[in-house]
């Protein structure tokens, strides 16, 4: 099964960009829908943008559209999320989950997710 790592995390100031990867060594992961979710302290884990498989249907939060993008690299089996102008409150572990049940469609309920990463911690501070 997946074994997904993220890497990419960092300490950074708001306004900043940060690129986030998710890889799995053996497989592809162009077959499975894939999602980032973010957990803050003390709040909920929560969906951030999700990418389905066949026809690249995306969903953003509200809290992020405009700056963050989800994008795949099927040659390198990694899937990216670019963010940009980061703020204080995109501070949180981010995790990169999957799913092989998501042709047209991307789900941004963790439930739905079979396969997780072991989280990138991002944190936005002056």
């Known amino acids: 099964h997946l074994q997904l790592v993220e890497s990419g995390g960092d300490l950074v100031q708001p306004g900043s960009s940060l690129r986030l990867s998710c890889a799995d060594s053996?497989?592809?992961?162009?077959?499975?829908?894939v999602g980032w979710f973010r957990q803050a302290p003390g709040k909920e884990r929560e969906a951030v943008v999700c990418m389905g498989t066949k026809d690249g249907s995306t969903y953003y939060a509200d809290s992020v559209k405009g700056r963050f993008t989800i994008s795949r690299d099927n040659v390198k089996n990694m899937v990216y999320l670019q963010m940009n102008s980061l703020k204080f409150e995109d501070t949180g572990v981010y995790y990169c989950?999957?799913?092989?049940?998501?042709?047209?469609?991307?789900?941004?309920?963790?439930?739905?997710?079979?396969?997780w990463g072991q989280g990138t911690q991002v944190t936005v501070s002056s």
């Open positions: 989950a999957a799913d092989t049940s998501m042709d047209y469609y991307c789900s941004v309920q963790g439930h739905d997710y079979s396969y």
């Open positions: 053996e497989f592809t992961l162009n077959y499975y829908g």
